[in-house]
């Protein structure tokens, strides 16, 4: 999609993380880095673009939150995975910490990808959450990015590696998506 699509691709990858939807940046911004590397982008251009990728995904997660609020992830949250306990914690989190939550969550694996439907729930300050979640993502990003603009010159001689991985950390995650499916899509019993 990234090679394919160029900044277009980056933006609507990370776009897509950070609207709850569990595609991982870890993998879209080392590539992304590597075309840096290459030179098929510009390091300062596609941290932008994945930053404001990462904003637009955050503020979709965020207006379902204020919209559709606890009612919605009660209704819909097993389809993308996200469950009353899961809730639950972000919502202890935004309580002990406050507003700076967001800020740090989307330096932190995972939780980035979560971070703006509880604060939409919130009802944080939208420019707030929009401020926290650009600079935020904007450091994630362009680290992620340099990493794998880093690796450019090696990429080759790791490939063999990434295949391999890509084979374990492939199947582990159709075992962990297929038993979260199971567990969550199962009628539950009285």
């Known amino acids: 999609m990234i090679s394919s699509f160029g900044y277009f691709g980056v933006f609507t990858a990370m776009a897509i993380e950070s609207a709850c939807i569990p595609l991982p940046s870890e993998i879209?911004?080392?590539f992304t880095g590597f075309?840096?590397?290459l030179g098929h982008f510009g390091f300062w251009q596609a941290t932008v673009i994945a930053t404001l990728g990462n904003l637009f995904g955050g503020l979709v997660a965020y207006y379902v939150g204020v919209w559709g609020g606890r009612p919605f992830l009660k209704r819909y949250g097993r389809y993308i995975l996200f469950n009353e306990r899961e809730l639950a914690w972000t919502e202890r989190l935004f309580e002990?910490?406050?507003e700076m939550t967001v800020l740090i969550g989307r330096m932190l694996p995972v939780v980035r990808?979560?971070?703006?439907?509880?604060a939409g729930i919130a009802r944080m300050n939208p420019l707030k959450m929009a401020a926290y979640t650009a600079l935020g993502a904007f450091f994630w990003c362009a680290l992620l990015i340099f990493v794998g603009q880093?690796?450019?010159q090696?990429?080759?001689?790791?490939?063999?590696?990434?295949?391999?991985a890509d084979i374990v950390i492939g199947g582990g995650i159709v075992i962990v998506v297929a038993y979260l499916l199971l567990k969550n899509l199962r009628p539950r019993k009285r």
Do not use: A, D, E, Q
Not at 113 to 118: A, E, M, N, R
Not at 154 to 164: A, G
């Open 28 to 30: 879209i911004l080392p």
């Open 35 to 37: 075309m840096v590397f």
């Open 96 to 98: 002990r910490h406050g």
């Open 113 to 118: 990808t979560f971070i703006s439907l509880p």
């Open 150 to 152: 880093k690796l450019g």
């Open 154 to 164: 090696n990429w080759n001689s790791l490939k063999p590696l990434f295949h391999r």
